[in-house]
């Protein structure tokens, strides 16, 4: 069993930036990939980003070019940063981690980030 643990979550202005983590415990070897969902209320939870063992990542449309997804094996760690952030990216950040490339199978309680003015 993996154990994912977000934090960085809060209230930020439009254009403010945030930088989300996670880190990973438990059997943390068995993690090839790890990412970032996020469900806003009323929505389906969708994909942000995620990375590869080999820091090969992969964003979809609603954080290209805003959002960096990163990396620290040595840690078991994921980061999220977001810059230039609307009021439409409210919602719950979910971490995930998975034994298979684009595989989510563990998640972490997430962490909820507000931007409103």
């Known amino acids: 069993q993996v154990e994912l643990v977000e934090s960085g979550g809060g209230l930020v202005q439009p254009g403010g930036s945030l930088r989300l983590s996670c880190a990973a415990s438990?059997?943390?070897?068995?993690?090839?990939?790890m990412g970032w969902y996020r469900q806003a209320p009323g929505k389906q939870r969708e994909l942000v980003a995620r990375?590869?063992?080999?820091?090969?990542?992969t964003y979809a449309d609603v954080g290209k070019g805003r959002f960096t997804i990163s990396r620290d094996n040595a840690q078991n760690t994921v980061y999220l940063q977001m810059t230039s952030l609307k009021p439409e990216d409210t919602a719950v950040y979910y971490c995930s981690a998975g034994p298979f490339s684009g595989l989510a199978l563990w998640w972490g309680q997430g962490t909820q980030v507000t931007v409103t003015s």
């Open positions: 990375i590869t063992s080999g820091g090969i990542p």
């Open positions: 438990g059997s943390a070897s068995r993690v090839v990939t």
